[in-house]
């Protein structure tokens, strides 16, 4: 991967008339280091390659938990897939700082940590929106086109975004790590209904291995797992209206999909499980992008 340079905030972004019609972070294939005003904070923006600088599709990977960006592009390979299909491809840091890395701000559910997060711990939704403001006002990013991916706690909090920012996003695909809300404090091996009242029908893409023993699938584990990626798959698949399913399918050989169809805004919900797979990136990324691209606000 090839980080580039820092990007002020005044050149990045500009105001007013003096913005530009078309997006400028830097050179078509490269990864740079964007300034998210206001925030006192950055993220990388990977360029894909031999694309116009028209508005593009953005797709946000959030990294698990003590990781960092920079981790996550490694271990995902989005930036290959990025560059075969035109999409902006955003890596940010969580906003509270954990071991060697940082891990997401999930109100009311402690990080691995052990910590549930305070108020006075940085807004991961607030920095997300105002980034996705802020590309879109550059002239970057088609506002109607905007995904969300991430591993382990950065699957939960793609999952969270969906629940209270779904006025943000076309699509989301988690990876080890499909919550529907948090778990009920009586009954955790439930969603906590309350905690996830997303404003609009959320298309959803979730993969997992069935030999994850950090985020099980039969759920258990740490106190912000618990229910099971099944009971997360039904509850989107009620939230989004979904009539018909679950259906199983053989994608390949050790893959197998559940699906909910017939949903509200053709709001599909999906699951797809590797088996023998553990706590790793097992995300098909070309099946992620197929979805992501078939749906739009």
Same mark, same amino acid.
């Not at 003096?18 to 972070?25: E, H, N, P, S, Y």
């Not at 382990?152 to 809300?181: Q, Y």
């Not at 969603?191 to 759920?219: E, H, K, W, Y």
């Not at 229910?227 to 050989?253: F, I, K, Q």
């Given at each position: 991967?090839?980080?580039?340079?820092?990007?002020?905030?005044?050149?990045?972004?500009?105001?007013?008339?003096?913005?530009?019609?078309?997006?400028?972070?830097?050179?078509?294939?490269?990864?740079?280091?964007?300034?998210?005003?206001?925030?006192?904070?950055?993220?990388? +923006?990977?360029? $894909? %390659?031999?694309?116009?600088?028209? &508005?593009?599709?953005? #797709?946000?990977? /959030?990294? *698990?938990?003590?990781?960092?960006?920079?981790?996550?592009?490694?271990?995902?390979?989005?930036?290959?897939?990025?560059?075969?299909?035109?999409?902006?491809?955003?890596?940010?840091?969580?906003?509270?700082?954990?071991?060697?890395?940082?891990?997401?701000?999930?109100?009311?559910?402690?990080?691995?940590?052990?910590?549930?997060?305070?108020?006075?711990?940085?807004?991961?939704?607030?920095?997300?929106?105002?980034?996705?403001?802020?590309?879109?006002?550059?002239?970057?990013?088609?506002?109607?086109?905007?995904?969300?991916?991430?591993?382990?706690?950065?699957?939960?909090?793609?999952?969270?975004?969906?629940?209270?920012?779904?006025?943000?996003?076309?699509?989301?695909?988690?990876?080890?790590?499909?919550?529907?809300?948090?778990?009920?404090?009586?009954?955790?091996? +439930?969603?906590? $209904? %309350?905690?996830?009242?997303?404003? &609009?029908?959320?298309? #959803?893409?979730? /993969?997992? *291995?069935?030999?994850?023993?950090?985020?099980?699938?039969?759920?258990?584990?740490?106190?912000?797992?618990?229910?099971?990626?099944?009971?997360?798959?039904?509850?989107?698949?009620?939230?989004?209206?979904?009539?018909?399913?679950?259906?199983?399918?053989?994608?390949?050989?050790?893959?197998?999909?559940?699906?909910?169809?017939?949903?509200?805004?053709?709001?599909?919900?999906?699951?797809?499980?590797?088996?023998?797979?553990?706590?790793?990136?097992?995300?098909?990324?070309?099946?992620?992008?197929?979805?992501?691209?078939?749906?739009?606000?």
């Amino acid at each position: 991967m090839r980080l580039g340079w820092w990007i002020g905030v005044a050149a990045l972004f500009g105001s007013g008339s003096a913005q530009a019609a078309t997006c400028r972070l830097g050179a078509a294939g490269t990864t740079v280091s964007v300034t998210i005003e206001g925030t006192g904070r950055s993220m990388l +923006v990977h360029l $894909p %390659a031999g694309r116009s600088t028209a &508005r593009l599709p953005l #797709v946000f990977v /959030f990294h *698990g938990s003590t990781g960092k960006g920079r981790d996550i592009l490694a271990q995902s390979k989005l930036e290959a897939t990025a560059d075969r299909h035109g999409f902006l491809l955003a890596a940010p840091d969580g906003g509270i700082p954990a071991e060697q890395g940082f891990v997401w701000n999930i109100p009311g559910v402690p990080t691995v940590t052990g910590k549930v997060p305070s108020p006075d711990d940085a807004d991961d939704v607030a920095f997300v929106k105002t980034a996705i403001d802020q590309l879109a006002a550059k002239g970057c990013v088609d506002r109607s086109r905007v995904y969300a991916t991430g591993y382990s706690g950065g699957g939960r909090m793609t999952s969270w975004l969906s629940c209270v920012a779904a006025d943000r996003f076309a699509a989301i695909a988690p990876v080890v790590g499909l919550r529907a809300g948090n778990p009920l404090k009586e009954t955790p091996r +439930v969603p906590d $209904p %309350a905690t996830c009242t997303p404003s &609009r029908p959320m298309p #959803v893409l979730a /993969f997992a *291995g069935d030999a994850d023993t950090t985020n099980p699938i039969q759920g258990g584990g740490a106190g912000y797992w618990q229910y099971t990626m099944h009971t997360a798959l039904v509850r989107w698949a009620d939230l989004n209206g979904c009539r018909m399913g679950p259906v199983e399918r053989e994608v390949s050989a050790d893959v197998k999909e559940e699906r909910f169809t017939r949903c509200s805004g053709g709001a599909d919900v999906a699951g797809r499980v590797k088996h023998g797979a553990g706590h790793v990136w097992v995300a098909d990324n070309e099946a992620m992008w197929a979805f992501f691209a078939a749906h739009r606000q």
